[in-house]
């Protein structure tokens, strides 16, 4: 799944290309790219037609455009799915899924996703935490890049869970933008290890890691993201490079870039968890 960096770097790709502009129409290639919206393509169709797209916003790992009727077109990248802003003229790519075109000609917007677990959905806006944001964005924490991101607060509520670390980094309600890469990569700067209870971590403890991952996802962005299978790109197609940057994650039996000793990996939620037995120790069973 791509990851906050990731997201943001499709949203300012979407903000500097389609923003402003005015849909004038809508095609649905493939049904399954909009099975969220409950009346399929013509629904999506009949909301996105004639609307001006106002601006390209993201909380943690979700991206909307706002549109000036109050509503959001909703962009779910699934596993593979890409928004690009392509010439008009260009070839339509092997999985594209959907196509936005504008009254001015310039370019079009494209959904292409070669797994169709991503799809685009028109869908109305409510009230959360003081602005408003796609219905279902609503339960979703600020994430640690957000202007109004409270850090005090985050660390309060990591505290009051009864869970383990980076369960409580991973769930989006609290704190929203970090998955299973940065998770690691900020746990293994923190030198906390993923299972440790969050009840018991001191205050600095939990600031560390969140400060953290706002470290490592800041400097993922500045390398346009991490990209593992060439499916992760901005508007134009292009991946970013912060993979050969990652301490720990995808980097078993590799050195710890800090003490030397063999990177470790174990089973994770169905995935894996990466990290450094020497920097990051592991807890004692309660
Ligand atoms: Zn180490």
Redesign the pocket.
Known sequence: MPELPEVEVVRRGVADHAVGRTVTSVEVLHPRAVRRQPGGAAELAARLAGRTLVAARRRGKFLWVDLDDGTALLAHLGMSGQLLVQPGDRPDEKHLRVRLRFGDDRSELRFVDQRTFGGLTAVDTADSDGERVPVPVVHIGRDPLDPSFDLEAAVGAYRRRRTELKRALLDQTVVSGIGNIYADEALWRARLHSLRPTARLTRPDVRKVLLAASEVMTEALAQGGTSFDALYVDVHGESGYFERSLAVYGREDEP?P????AIRRSAFMNRSSFW?P???RVPRRA
């Open positions: 710890c800090r003490c030397g000793t450094c020497t920097c990051q």
